[in-house]
């Protein structure tokens, strides 16, 4: 009964003990935290999912998200929107603190200006854009749902692993959206880069799986003030940007816009934050192994951006994975 009642009302604060760090299951659990002397407030993010939906329903928004991808694939001088629309999934997850399970992906905040406006986040409002119409066809599906459903069909589009993903986000008011400061730098250092992570409570292994998506799609000056792609294919998910970190040769360069990036010849790049990965000899064991491994890579890929899509979010066991068939595979 009580989690039935804390079910119908989404997220709520709730008060817990101090030696309490984290809520993952049921409402009993935090009703009884509750019941404490409070020293600490959490956010319950209780999954709802869609009334009456079934995968069918979730196949259909995936497909039309991937054909208007297919018939606007000039975009971005033929990168298309794949890339633009996991990093849409990443940002609306990255402001997640697993100190009080505020932020992330639940509440689909990313839809307020407050949010959206984030310097760090320039280049993502072609990503919104992009989803409108999607949101209009399918006006019950939340915003949270919309934006991870987004990156998750993207993601299988461009090739990359199958990635079984949940609904049952529901849209939060402007006053959930945090403050800005919780999105990473480029210009940090593997130091940086390790304690960014821990507020997610992502390991070495979990934070080098989860930075390859920076195969995907490119840099842009009017963006983020960095310039260039991480290969020279820009739209297919590969264990390649591995690959460039340990074969290429790079250099650390000033970009046009006085940025300090790292050039490899035949015009690719890479943030301070990817180069972290082999100057850390924690981080590069992890690099190596990915490199060698498309398959390791494509596995620990798929479980810890599904882990960073749900992150603070409780799902009740009756909420089971969807797996989405690609279009190619609906043409079989
Ligand atoms: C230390 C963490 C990270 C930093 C500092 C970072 C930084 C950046 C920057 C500066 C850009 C260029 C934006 C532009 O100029 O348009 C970018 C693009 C991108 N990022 Fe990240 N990122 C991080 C983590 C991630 C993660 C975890 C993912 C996905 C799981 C991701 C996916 C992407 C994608 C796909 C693009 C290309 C977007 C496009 O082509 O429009 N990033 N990132």
């Known amino acids: 009964m009580f989690s ?62 991937a054909e208007k991808m297919k018939s606007e694939s000039a975009y971005d001088d033929g990168t298309g929107y794949g890339p633009v629309l996991v990093r849409l999934s990443w940002h609306s997850s ?4 697993k100190n009080d399970n505020s932020g992330g992906s639940y509440g689909g905040t990313f839809r307020f200006k407050k949010e ?7 280049g993502l409002e072609n990503a919104t854009k992009f989803l409108d ?25 461009l090739g990359g692993p199958k990635t079984p993903w949940r609904p049952g986000r529901v849209d939060t008011g402007p006053e959930t959206v ?23 409570g992502f390991n070495d292994q979990e934070v080098v799986a989860l930075l390859g998506a920076h195969i995907l799609g490119k840099t842009h000056l009017k963006n ?20 460039n970190l340990l074969e ?12 300090m990036q790292y050039n490899a010849k035949g015009g690719i790049m890479m943030l301070p934050t990817d180069y972290a990965l082999v100057q850390d000899p924690k981080y590069l064991k992890y690099v190596k192994k990915y490199a060698d491994d498309q398959d390791a890579f494509f596995s620990d890929f798929r479980d810890i951006y599904v882990k960073l899509l749900e992150r603070g979010i409780s799902f009740d066991d009756s909420i089971e994975p969807l797996v989405f068939k690609t279009l190619k595979e609906q043409l079989k």
């Open 4 to 65: 039935t009642l804390l079910r119908s009302l989404g997220e709520k604060r709730v008060c817990t003990m101090a030696s309490r760090t984290e809520i993952n299951g049921s409402g009993l659990k935090a009703l009884d935290a509750k019941r404490e002397s409070c020293s600490q407030t959490k956010t319950l993010h209780i999954a709802r999912p869609e009334k009456g939906k079934t995968l069918a329903d979730f196949q259909n928004i995936y497909n039309s998200i």
């Open 94 to 97: 990255a402001t997640y603190d």
């Open 116 to 122: 959206a406006s984030d310097v760090l986040s320039k």
């Open 133 to 157: 119409p999607i949101h209009s066809e399918y006006p019950w599906l939340s915003h949270g749902d919309l934006y991870t459903l987004g990156g998750v069909t993207a993601l299988q589009e």
């Open 178 to 200: 945090p403050a800005h400061g919780r999105l990473p730098i480029p210009e940090g250092n593997a130091s940086y880069v390790r304690n960014y992570y821990d507020r997610f």
């Open 224 to 243: 983020s003030g960095y310039d260039g792609p991480w290969d020279d294919d820009t739209n297919i998910f590969s264990n390649e940007f591995f690959g």
């Open 248 to 259: 290429r040769k790079w250099t650390l360069e000033k970009n046009a816009a006085s940025n």
